[in-house]
């Protein structure tokens, strides 16, 4: 029950012996009973100032203890606002003097990708934004959007003269059990960025709520869900880092939820218009020459062909590495043709006749249904442009600690995990989308383990490192390297 008092004095709606209340409330977190050890009492101290006019916005904040009893104060800080009648709004902010002594922790990308991701959690918990977190936590600078603090309008005077440091807030429901849930995912954060973790008596609780809002950073897609997607928008792009298993959902799909009506095809730098389209190519002739040029059908036409002869069933035409060709170019005037939710289907004219069943007038047909791949660690690739994306929806496919604790056995999970953790604290947003997938991670064996990481997944990493994908955090890459290699 450490949190009680807590979950009280901000549903209180009351200003009434606000220093000693809140006195009380961050005792009860410490020891014993509490939530944390009683050492980590030591990492804060509480300002809680009794409510006077002159003092403007009342507050109460667990600050960095090397912080003056009073006046100013800096660094990294939990925050009650309380307002008469209502919850009083919690969050994290930055003093107003300045990000030492938590510089380090703010600057991190990690903990800023967390906060996103424990706001993320509430807001799809509650089904409305109730919470809201800030890109960077660094930027001082850059104030409270406008429509944060129109929704929030109770809270005006807090944002009036803290709008710029505080780098995420969360507005209690009158829910007393979603606050308590609340208070402890970014009460563990600010303890796990001083070093804590809850007691074991919490650990359940506390893990329980740290997956929940983990899922956010990366959440789990399944077959289902990208079928889903496909019936109601027939053009979907699945995205991610190597080894998540793109390329494998896709032929699943392909096998079990389309039947086997449909096929896959790989694009490369190669692939042209020709190719995917149609255009003339070479056959062989009892004329002079003995060779002629026709017009051959491409890989979308004919899948659209193939469409047409079952109208009653989808058929899916899956397209691997679908960013290594140059989309824009392969398409040409088809592009007109990838517009999902239209009431009358486009035709375009083609340069040459077909036969059936197109002829020169080609469109696609209601039932083709169109999956790409694609590698988010090729970086030498032609990035799509935004006509291109615009007609995919894009489904982002991440690794799954889930899918390694199945199928990996102790060695790979804990390598898994020591990996994950470099990038989820330490990369850049472009970087952390190059996480190696769960398929490196799969071996039972702890003998066969280290031998595959070693060959499989350690030149992955290094070619990382030469390409400078990971250039923020080179080190702790290299540091993984060394103790994958010493296995």
């Not at 200003?15 to 009380?24: G, I, K, P, T, V």
């Not at 309380?82 to 380090?104: F, M, Q, R, W, Y």
């Not at 424990?118 to 509650?126: A, D, M, P, R, S």
């Not at 956010?216 to 869900?225: A, G, K, Y």
Request: glycine share 10%; aromatic share 10%.
């Amino acid at each position: 029950m450490s949190l009680e008092l807590l979950v009280d004095l901000i549903h209180s709606g009351n200003l009434d012996q606000w220093s000693e209340r809140n006195s009380a409330a961050f005792d009860e977190l410490f020891g014993g009973n509490g939530r944390y050890p009683s050492r980590a009492k030591e990492e804060f101290s509480l300002r809680a100032p009794g409510i006077k006019s002159e003092l403007g916005v009342p507050f109460a904040a667990y600050i960095h203890p090397s912080n003056p009893k009073s006046g100013t104060y800096s660094g990294m800080s939990f925050v009650i606002f309380p307002v008469d009648g209502k919850p009083s709004l919690i969050g994290l902010g930055v003093g107003t003097g300045g990000l030492a002594p938590d510089h380090t922790i703010l600057g991190r990308p990690g903990h800023a990708r967390k906060v996103r991701a424990i706001c993320e959690w509430l807001n799809k918990g509650q089904g409305q934004r109730m919470a809201w977190a800030k890109q960077d936590p660094t930027r001082t600078d850059i104030v409270m959007p406008s429509d944060v603090t129109k929704e929030f309008a109770e809270y005006k005077a807090v944002f009036d003269r803290y709008g710029s440091v505080m780098y995420t807030i969360y507005r209690p429901t009158e829910d007393r059990a979603v606050t308590r849930q609340a208070l402890a995912a970014f009460l563990d954060l600010v303890l796990d960025e001083r070093g804590y973790v809850p007691l074991k008596a919490e650990t359940k609780e506390s893990e329980s709520i740290r997956a929940a809002w983990f899922e956010q950073m990366m959440p789990t897609v399944d077959e289902q869900s990208v079928s889903q997607l496909l019936d109601s928008r027939k053009f979907v792009i699945i995205q991610g880092p190597p080894g998540t298993g793109k390329t494998r959902m896709a032929t699943e799909l392909i096998a079990k939820t389309y039947g086997g009506f449909g096929e896959s095809i790989q694009f490369h730098p190669n692939t042209s218009y020709e190719n995917f389209i149609g255009g003339l190519a070479p056959a062989m002739d009892e004329g002079q020459f003995g060779l002629k040029f026709k017009p051959a059908m491409g890989f979308l036409m004919q899948a659209a062909a193939k469409a047409l002869q079952d109208p009653g069933r989808n058929y899916l035409l899956h397209i691997d590495e679908i960013n290594r060709a140059d989309l824009a170019k392969t398409l040409g005037e088809a592009i007109f043709l990838l517009e999902p939710g239209l009431e009358r289907v486009r035709t375009i004219r083609l340069p040459h006749g077909f036969g059936e069943p197109f002829q020169d007038l080609f469109y696609l047909p209601t039932n083709l249904h169109i999956l790409g791949t694609m590698n988010s660690a090729d970086r030498s690739i032609a990035i799509l442009d935004v006509a291109v994306r615009r007609r995919f929806a894009f489904v982002s496919l991440w690794p799954s600690l889930a899918v390694v604790r199945e199928h990996g056995g102790e060695f790979m999970q804990e390598a898994f995990q020591k990996l994950m953790s470099h990038f989820v604290e330490h990369a850049g947003e472009d970087s952390f989308a190059l996480m190696p997938g769960h398929s490196y991670f799969l071996e039972r064996d702890d003998t066969k383990a280290k031998q595959s990481l070693k060959v499989n997944l350690g030149p992955l990493l290094e070619e990382y490192l030469a390409q400078g994908y990971v250039g923020g955090f080179a080190e702790p890459i290299r540091s993984y390297l060394q103790w994958l290699h010493a296995q």
